[in-house]
Nanobody, 126 residues
Framework: QVQLVESGGGLVQAGGSLRLSCAAS????????MGWFRQAPGKEREFVAA???????VYVDSVKGRFTIARDNGANTVYLQMNSLKPEDTAVFYC????????????????????WGQGTQVTVSS
């Protein structure tokens, strides 16, 4: 059974930082792309960042230069370092995994991802 467990969310002031973690189990981590999505109140879930099985990152434009995604294959964990946070970053952040044995580029549509965590709340106050 695949499990993705997020941690690290919380309340932070604008300009602050948070680091999200996602511990994965029950899947072939080294053959999977890992990603982060978020959903703000009243909005659809959106892509934030992904890191391919080959360690290639991709970001949505709104977080480039502020967020960094990284993976630790030895620990089956993916991280999202979030700096210079803004109130508009407030959302529930979800970890996702996409089994990728063919080494295609990481996908950015949530419909294409195989597994999801329960989510962790990030709130940025102004």
């Amino acid at each position: 059974q695949v499990q993705l467990v997020e941690s690290g969310g919380g309340l932070v002031q604008a300009g602050g930082s948070l680091r999200l973690s996602c511990a994965a189990s029950g899947l072939s981590f080294t053959n999977s792309d890992m990603g982060w999505f978020r959903q703000a109140p009243g909005k659809e879930r959106e892509f934030v960042a992904a890191i391919s099985r080959d360690d290639l990152p991709v970001y949505v434009d709104s977080v480039k230069g502020r967020f960094t995604i990284a993976r630790d294959n030895g620990a089956n964990t993916v991280y999202l370092q979030m700096n210079s946070l803004k109130p508009e970053d407030t959302a529930v952040f979800y970890c996702a995994a996409d089994f990728n044995p063919l080494r295609r580029p990481a996908r950015t549509s949530d419909r294409d991802w195989d597994y999801w965590g329960q989510g962790t709340q990030v709130t940025v106050s102004s």
